[in-house]
């Protein structure tokens, strides 16, 4: 009875001091998804050059999207021919920001370390670019890249990213848009779209949160990842990689091992690595690209994560 007060107790005080950051980011991301502003800034990815890259950078960190989400988006880009550099900016940059675990972020963790995820996500969208276009123009990813077939529609046109998923064997999320005479019922609907997401994955991360708080001993914590030094970050990295978290629930659970003990730099290296390399987006990342291109791109988000946290462990 005293763990489950103890518990019930934190998971109480973490609802009520989150959960108007929760309504901020959920309103944000419902104004970008009613004005489409992510759909309008996508559609020159990949039309100019090195820009593209940049370009593809900004729209992730602006679409309310996680690692699985992001995937019916770049299917039909993929298959249309857009490169790999902007492909692998977007696919790096969109797990690991958005408005609502900007938000989330900063309530559950403080200001500093919600710019620190920003700055993490740029710079991991312009390492993912650059790096995919050194290897383009060295011909390391010369030839075709994805192993999806192509399917068209009656009028000869590239089908849905759901049709051309489940004509390869992928399922994907789909939902059907109901149009709206009216823009502020457009936008309730998509303020309940990504409250109802939003929500339950905040509620089920709080609770895994208190978990942490009540059950997991501090010297666990502190032996594996509290220590300042390079072992701790590669270690949260390496962690944080095959947790099923997209970058909302990943924010508790980390607000839970910081109390615990966990180390400046080694709390980064985990917020980003999670969400980009996580087991489920490769798996789904497997079955477009050849394999060449998903090891480099789990190579990339592993280095990447591990150099930010190293930049934030030693830089205070």
């Known amino acids: 009875m005293e763990l489950l007060s103890e518990f019930l107790r934190i998971f109480l005080k973490e609802i009520g001091r989150m959960w108007w950051f929760t309504l901020l980011g959920i309103t944000l991301a419902a104004l970008i998804k009613t004005y489409q502003l992510d759909r309008i800034v996508r559609q020159y990815v990949g039309k100019y050059g090195i820009l593209s890259i940049f370009i593809a950078t900004a729209v992730g960190c602006l679409s309310p999207l996680c690692s699985c989400g992001i995937l019916p988006v770049v299917i039909p880009m993929a298959l249309s021919g857009v490169p790999l550099p902007p492909l692998f900016a977007l696919l790096a940059t969109s797990p690991t920001m958005d408005p609502t675990s900007f938000f989330l972020t900063m309530g559950a963790l403080g200001p500093e370390l919600a710019w620190w995820k920003f700055g993490g996500a740029v710079f991991l969208g312009l390492f993912f670019g650059f790096t995919a276009y050194f290897f383009s123009k060295t011909g390391f990813f010369s030839g075709n890249n994805v192993r999806l077939k192509p399917v068209l529609n009656e009028k000869g046109e590239l089908a849905s990213a759901y ?30 779209d990504v409250g109802v997401f939003v929500a339950f994955w905040v509620v089920a991360a709080v609770a895994i949160e208190a978990a942490i708080h009540v059950l997991v001993p501090i010297s666990a914590v502190t032996w594996l990842v509290g220590q300042k030094g390079v072992f701790s970050v590669v270690a949260s990295a390496l962690v944080g990689i095959p947790l099923p978290l997209h970058q909302i629930p990943a924010i508790p659970v980390l607000a839970g091992l910081k109390a615990k003990g966990m180390a400046d730099g080694a709390d980064i290296a985990f917020l980003m690595a999670g969400p980009v390399t996580s087991i489920p987006a490769i798996s789904a990342l497997y079955a477009i690209f050849i394999p060449r291109v998903v090891v480099t791109f789990v190579a990339l988000g592993v280095i990447g994560s591990v150099f930010l946290g190293l930049l934030r462990m030693y830089s205070g």
């Open 163 to 192: 049709e051309i998923g489940l004509a390869n064997g992928i399922l994907l999320r789909t939902m059907v848009v109901v149009p709206r005479a009216s823009k502020f019922r457009f936008f309730l609907d998509r303020f309940r």
